[in-house]
């Protein structure tokens, strides 16, 4: 049992769990913030004195040091190559890290299992209860709506041209040019056959398509 604890201070389970909760609890809260915070701050310190006190007794793990260093560079890949691989990979070198640096592997084995449980139990509250997102992420994902409501449209969009009054630039066989507003729009006529000159009125847009109707005739009635 004593081999399994080291009874050294700066092996000490104990202290080992708390630099571990804070390293990855508070790492996994800064993913979540808008803003470098004090999670962020102390996860970072206690990752160096976790990397200290396990280093402190002699000759460094040069393979330790090599995946962690690879297991970082994957998870902030993960940020711009999505599809959960390469983070998900560098998660595992990060964990085989820390385990290669412990003097005990079943010790750091059995601490990092309860991280993990507490990381699943701080995302669950972070994601579920505080509705929380990454703010990264939702920088990366268009989030705003294109449809009309919000004042997007299409470049072919005519609807703004309802009821709106023109006259024929060209014959309508039915097919045509319509003047408006010293503007040109190609339109199609109602009937089969409207005169070049002729007052129209924008009656129906279906898209890009315009339709016209000749009220030339209504126009001259009411002036008479």
Same mark, same amino acid.
Not at 159 to 163: A, C, H, P, R, V
Not at 208 to 217: A, D, K, Q, Y
């Given at each position: 049992?004593n081999e &399994? ?10 202290? &080992? ?7 990855f609890?508070?790492a996994l ?9 004090i999670?962020g701050i ?6 160096? %004195? #976790? ?7 002699g000759?460094?793990?040069?393979l330790a040091?090599?995946l962690f260093i690879?297991?970082?560079? &994957?998870? #902030?890949?993960?940020?711009f190559?999505?599809g ?6 560098? %998660?595992?070198? %990060? ?5 290669l ?5 079943t010790m ?8 993990? #449980?507490?990381l ?8 579920k ?6 703010p990264f ?10 449809n009309?409501?919000s004042g997007y449209t299409?470049?072919?969009?005519f609807?703004? &041209?309802?009821?709106e009054i023109?006259?024929a ?15 040109r ?5 109602e009937?089969?056959?409207i005169?070049r000159?002729?007052?129209i ?6 898209g ?10 209504s126009?001259?009635s009411v002036?008479?």
């Open positions: 049992m &399994l604890w080291s009874t050294a201070w700066y092996n000490h389970p104990m202290l &080992l769990l708390f630099l571990l909760l804070i390293i609890c508070g809260y800064q993913l979540y913030s808008r803003h470098i915070n999670a102390m996860s970072a310190l206690a990752l160096c %004195v #976790f990397i200290v006190t396990q280093f402190i007794d000759e460094s793990n040069g040091i090599v690879i297991g970082i560079s &994957l998870i #902030f890949a993960e940020f190559v999505f959960l691989i390469t983070g998900i990979i560098g %998660v595992i070198c %990060v964990v085989l890290s820390f385990i640096m412990a003097d005990n592997v750091i084995s059995l601490l990092l299992a309860i991280v993990s #449980f507490v699943i139990i701080e995302w669950v509250i972070l994601v209860v505080l509705k929380k997102e990454m992420f939702k920088r990366l994902i268009l989030t705003d709506s294109t009309k409501e299409s470049h072919d969009d609807t703004y &041209l309802m009821n023109g006259t630039h060209t014959d309508l066989r039915p097919s045509g040019t319509m003047s408006l507003h010293d503007d729009y190609d339109v199609v006529a009937s089969s056959f005169a000159g002729s007052t009125k924008v009656i129906k847009v279906e890009s398509r315009i339709v016209v109707r000749n009220i030339t005739e126009t001259d002036n008479d």
